[in-house]
């Protein structure tokens, strides 16, 4: 491939710091919202930060996400920058241990398992994990008490991952998980997520003793998974299961060959940890929100009894479909999306020398980019997210902006729609699809999330439960903490709650 580098090139500006190594490491890994806001002013949308001696352009705004998201991955490749941060959690030969192809074929494996027809069997069993959780969990002892008039409180983002995993293991990650979550198991979990951190990313090979649980933790894991599978296999679980092993023991590559036990076991692994924090995540914001805003809280409630009401005071549940089409819940799930996007920064390693596009760039006409191989590209849609030139009110957690015909939320897809053809549909995510959006929370092109239909059945079943059981009232709405790998509410993130009269 011929590239053709404009004479007047030049690489984009350096955004200034004192120390030479760290660079920006500070003042990005504390508030990357406000660095990437503060660098726009002085520097545009393309600018180059130092990050612990990497050199990395972001490129922002909707046609920075286009740049960097629906570039081609022999330039601009994820393995290179993710790898040393996933495979020793994940395991190998899966995900970004592979090259890009196959794991594009493993992308097709795993929406197979996150067929319709499965996605249908979920939403019963994820309202039945509510159920029981907060029948025994002692943070719900005043709802278990049955008195309407006391209020108590719960840890948000505690209870949130609880019921995660209890969710996802019930649904996706099939019956032996869900029965297998001990306290041994969280314990395994535990010591593999330590190993998920921005100083992993950052320091791939540290001496530290987190790494070495790390990586037993990753043994064990994959072993328990192996012995799952060849139970499996050797056909001791007789029902048919609605969940992803099922799916990807089913499978084959191009050239014919089924997936291994080890690397079923290793795409269960990058499951778990793909859905677990995102959907924790913003399920406790989109609890914390509603807490704050009782009054959305309210409509939520109504929506459900108007849909799922029974005479006798009790809710029957929604299939799929119903729940897929209900408008209040969409758009509470949607707006939190919008501002608190779990993942807030998607990079890229650089392979080749790149020229930024001049309308993306350049201070005039006649001035552009090169991007030198052995950078990072990095795409924040949280800048465009929050980006009080697109949105009203951008820093308003406003459900009802999706709603607003004339809105600019409505407007964005509008266009989106009108390019590409495609016609507007307020289903679960059918408006995040372009790489030129101001609105990605799944991320954008070829490394897209799958997971989106699942985390909205997910989060729609859990939150719908929640609201019918209990009213939620918070002062105000937790800051965030950047200094995980997925954005989270800081602590405290206590909400009260008292148990709603008709449950
Ligand atoms: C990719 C966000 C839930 C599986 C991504 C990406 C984002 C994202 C931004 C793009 C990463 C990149 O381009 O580097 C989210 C959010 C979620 C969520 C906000 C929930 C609210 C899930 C769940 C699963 C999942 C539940 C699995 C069941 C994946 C996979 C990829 C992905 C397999 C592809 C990675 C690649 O191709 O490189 N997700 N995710 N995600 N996600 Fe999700």
Same mark, same amino acid.
């Given at each position: 491939?011929?590239?053709?580098?404009?004479?007047?090139?030049?690489?984009?500006?350096?955004?200034?710091?004192?120390?030479?190594?760290?660079? +920006?490491?500070?003042?990005?890994?504390?508030?990357?919202?406000? !660095?990437?806001?503060?660098?726009?002013?002085?520097?545009?949308?393309?600018?180059?930060?130092?990050?612990?001696?990497?050199? $990395?352009?972001?490129?922002?705004?909707?046609?920075?996400?286009? !740049?960097?998201?629906?570039?081609?991955?022999?330039?601009?490749?994820?393995?290179?920058?993710?790898?040393?941060?996933?495979?020793?959690?994940?395991?190998?030969?899966?995900?970004?241990?592979?090259?890009?192809?196959? !794991?594009?074929?493993?992308k097709r494996f795993v929406k197979v398992g996150l067929s319709t027809d499965n996605l249908r069997a979920y939403v019963g069993m994820i309202e039945d994990e509510v159920e029981e959780f907060f029948n025994a969990d002692p943070s719900f002892r005043t709802y278990q008490s049955n008195d309407i008039n006391e209020w108590g409180t719960f840890s948000t983002v505690k209870v949130m991952q609880e019921i995660?995993?209890?969710?996802?293991?019930?649904?996706?990650?099939?019956?032996?998980?869900?029965?297998?979550?001990?306290? &041994?198991?969280?314990?395994?979990?535990?010591?593999?997520?330590?190993?998920?951190?921005? #100083?992993?990313? %950052?320091?791939?090979?540290?001496?530290?003793?987190?790494?070495?649980?790390?990586d037993r933790a990753q043994k064990k894991m994959s072993d328990f998974y192996v012995g799952i599978i060849k139970n499996r296999r050797e056909g001791k679980s007789s029902e048919t299961e609605h969940d992803m092993i099922a799916a990807l023991i089913e499978q084959t590559y191009r050239n014919g060959e089924y997936l291994k036990d080890h690397e079923i076991a290793h795409i269960m692994i990058a499951l778990?940890?793909?859905?677990?924090?995102?959907?924790?995540?913003?399920?406790?914001?989109?609890?914390?929100?509603?807490?704050?805003?009782?009054?959305?809280?309210?409509?939520?409630?109504?929506?459900?009894?108007?849909?799922?009401?029974?005479?006798?005071?009790?809710?029957?549940?929604?299939?799929?479909?119903?729940?897929?089409?209900?408008?209040?819940?969409?758009?509470? #799930?949607?707006? =939190?999306?919008? %501002?608190?996007?779990? #993942?807030? +920064?998607?990079?890229?390693? @650089?392979?080749?020398?790149?020229? @930024?596009?001049?309308?993306?760039?350049?201070?005039?006409?006649?001035?552009?980019?090169?991007?030198?191989?052995?950078?990072? $590209?990095?795409?924040?849609?949280?800048?465009?997210?929050?980006?009080?030139?697109?949105?009203?009110?951008? &820093?308003?957690?406003?459900?009802?902006?999706? +709603? &607003?015909?004339?809105?600019?939320?409505?407007?964005?897809?509008?266009?989106?729609?009108?390019?590409?053809?495609?016609?507007?549909?307020?289903?679960?995510?059918?408006?995040?699809?372009? =790489?030129?959006?101001?609105?990605?929370?799944?991320?954008?092109?070829?490394?897209?999330?799958?997971?989106?239909?699942?985390?909205?059945?997910?989060?729609?079943?859990?939150?719908?439960?929640?609201?019918?059981?209990?009213?939620?009232?918070?002062? =105000? @709405?937790?800051?965030?903490?950047?200094?995980?790998?997925?954005? %989270?509410?800081?602590?405290?993130?206590?909400?009260?709650?008292?148990?709603?009269?008709?449950?």
């Open positions: 491939r011929q590239l053709v580098v404009p004479r007047n090139a030049s690489e984009p500006p350096e955004v200034f710091h004192w120390l030479p190594i760290v660079g +920006s490491a500070i003042s990005y890994g504390n508030d990357p919202l406000r !660095f990437f806001f503060e660098c726009r002013e002085k520097y545009g949308d393309v600018f180059t930060f130092i990050l612990l001696g990497r050199r $990395v352009t972001v490129a922002l705004g909707s046609k920075g996400n286009n !740049f960097v998201l629906g570039g081609k991955s022999i330039v601009f490749n994820a393995e290179d920058a993710y790898t040393h941060l996933t495979t020793p959690v994940f395991g190998k030969d899966v995900v970004y241990d592979v090259p890009n192809e196959k !794991f594009m074929e493993q995660t995993i209890l969710t996802a293991s019930r649904t996706l990650q099939g019956k032996e998980i869900r029965a297998g979550l001990t306290k &041994d198991f969280a314990e395994v979990y535990n010591d593999l997520d330590g190993g998920f951190t921005p #100083i992993n990313f %950052m320091f791939p090979n540290l001496p530290l003793e987190s790494y070495r649980k790390r778990l940890m793909a859905g677990q924090h995102t959907s924790s995540a913003t399920g406790s914001w989109t609890l914390l929100h509603l807490a704050n805003n009782p009054e959305v809280a309210e409509a939520l409630y109504k929506e459900q009894v108007e849909n799922f009401g029974t005479p006798d005071g009790k809710f029957r549940s929604p299939s799929f479909e119903e729940l897929r089409a209900l408008p209040v819940l969409d758009s509470a #799930i949607r707006e =939190t999306l919008r %501002m608190h996007p779990p #993942i807030h +920064s998607i990079m890229r390693y @650089v392979r080749e020398d790149v020229v @930024v596009p001049g309308s993306l760039s350049a201070p005039s006409k006649d001035k552009t980019y090169l991007i030198p191989k052995g950078n990072y $590209v990095l795409a924040s849609p949280y800048v465009s997210q929050m980006d009080p030139r697109v949105w009203k009110n951008a &820093d308003t957690w406003d459900p009802a902006r999706w +709603s &607003d015909p004339e809105g600019v939320a409505a407007a964005a897809y509008n266009t989106y729609a009108d390019e590409h053809g495609e016609k507007i549909d307020y289903g679960f995510g059918a408006v995040s699809k372009g =790489t030129e959006s101001p609105y990605q929370p799944f991320g954008a092109g070829k490394h897209r999330c799958i997971g989106e239909q699942f985390a909205y059945l997910q989060l729609g079943a859990i939150i719908t439960s929640i609201v019918r059981k209990i009213e939620m009232r918070i002062e =105000t @709405v937790p800051e965030h903490n950047y200094h995980t790998m997925i954005v %989270m509410p800081k602590n405290p993130n206590i909400i009260s709650y008292r148990r709603r009269k008709f449950d």
